[in-house]
T-cell receptor, first 110, second 113 residues
């Protein structure tokens, strides 16, 4: 029972590079979301999806794109990385008390 | 808008000490309230929840009571253990509209033997 799987666990990028953070769930939840965690700021919602083919912006969407072609997968794309995007990123599936988090991706942008 | 305010950490306690982590909230509607815990190197896990005023959530010896009159949801534990060392997040979700969690900034707890 994998739950929510995020890859990679660690990544270092140079400014301007692009990359995709992968997220997959095996719990068949319609609702999936991406958060970033920064010191002293808790978790902030980047993007979320209420089902395949439907995505919407959260609190801090700028610089990030998402798509949801299947129920299982919800990748997060950085098209041109900036140092301000250095953070820990968490993917989650479900909502409210049925919210399950992945183990996170630690991203550094130099 | 909605917001959650937690006491700043780190909170450092000796084993078997009493723990209180304060949490207050503002919300445009009637929220459900949660405490999440994050152990080192892991994602967040739900610790406890309360969905209406005067409800008490409890789990693993931790308790929190939904106080609508003071808009608070303070986390307490009577006797902490070293294994409780983690970061604790208070959060809310509105029961209508977009069901996305709003988190507090987190409070790091360090329990020393």
């Amino acid at each position: 029972n994998a739950g929510v799987t995020q890859t990679p666990k660690f990544q270092v990028l140079k400014t301007g590079q692009s990359m995709t953070l992968q997220c997959a769930q095996d719990m068949n939840h319609e609702y999936m979301s991406w958060y970033r965690q920064d010191p002293g700021m808790g978790l902030r919602l980047i993007h979320y999806s209420v089902g395949a083919g439907i995505t919407d912006q959260g609190e801090v969407p700028n610089g990030y794109n998402v798509s949801r072609s299947t129920t299982e997968d919800f990748p997060l794309r950085l098209l041109s990385a900036a140092p301000s995007q250095t953070s820990v990123y968490f993917c989650a599936a479900g909502e409210g008390e049925k919210l399950f988090f992945g183990s996170g991706t630690q991203l550094s942008v130099l | 808008g909605n917001s959650v305010t937690q006491m700043e950490g780190p909170v450092t306690l000796s084993e078997e000490a009493f723990l209180t982590i304060n949490c207050t909230y503002t919300a445009t509607g009637y929220p459900s309230l949660f405490w999440y815990v994050q152990y080192p190197g892991e994602g967040l896990q739900l610790l406890l929840k309360a969905t209406k005023a005067d409800d008490k959530g409890s789990n693993k010896g931790f308790e929190a009571t939904y106080r609508k009159e003071t808009t608070s949801f303070h986390l307490e534990k009577g006797s902490v253990q070293v294994s409780d060392s983690a970061v604790y997040f208070c959060a809310l979700i509105l029961n209508t509209g977009r069901r996305a969690l709003t988190f507090g900034s987190g409070t790091r707890l360090q329990v020393q033997p």
